[in-house]
């Protein structure tokens, strides 16, 4: 199975960066594991609903560039489906008995995904209504992902 996340912009404090990289570590015994950084855009100051369309478009752009025509893409939305820990594991595991082994996670910039991208998915998944800064939602993904992957294989990371 190969995991990739793609996320629009980079992490910058170090130790957001060292999280991630240990879950990825910690995944790599069950999946390939590839993040996928696209540049964000900046958003000027009060910017108008255009402008800020403008550059959700640019960067759903760079995202879409990076799919696979073979991805099963789950978008990263607050308006998408909520499932608990067991619930992502078994969608992995269905999709894993599919024949599916490539999953994309895609994490839009700041202002979020455009409707194309959320359409287009296969998945949209919310793990909250509430906003989280791009780079703790990334730690927290990568968790997620590890966790799933530790209750499908019935070892005992997840209580």
Do not use: W
Not at 21 to 45: C, G, H, M, T, Y
Not at 90 to 106: D, K, P, W, Y
């Amino acid at each position: 199975m190969k995991i990739r996340v793609i996320a629009v912009g980079r992490l910058k404090e170090k130790f957001y960066t060292d999280a991630v990289n240990e879950f990825s570590k910690r995944l790599s015994r069950f999946a390939e594991v590839e993040i996928v950084e696209v540049a964000d855009d900046r958003v000027p100051n009060d910017p108008s609903p255009a402008e800020i369309e403008k550059v959700k478009e640019a960067e759903c752009e760079r995202i879409a560039s990076k799919l696979n025509k073979d991805d099963f893409v789950i978008a990263l939305d607050p308006r998408g489906k909520q499932f608990s820990s067991e619930e992502l594991a078994g969608t992995l595991s269905e999709l894993m008995l599919n024949g599916r082994s490539r999953i994309a996670f895609v994490i839009g910039g700041s202002h979020g995904l455009t409707d194309g991208i959320r359409k287009n998915a296969d998945l949209t998944l919310s793990f909250s209504k509430m906003t989280f800064s791009h780079q703790v939602f990334r730690v927290m993904l990568m968790e997620q992902i590890y966790r799933a992957f530790k209750i499908l294989s019935g070892e005992p990371y997840h209580k």
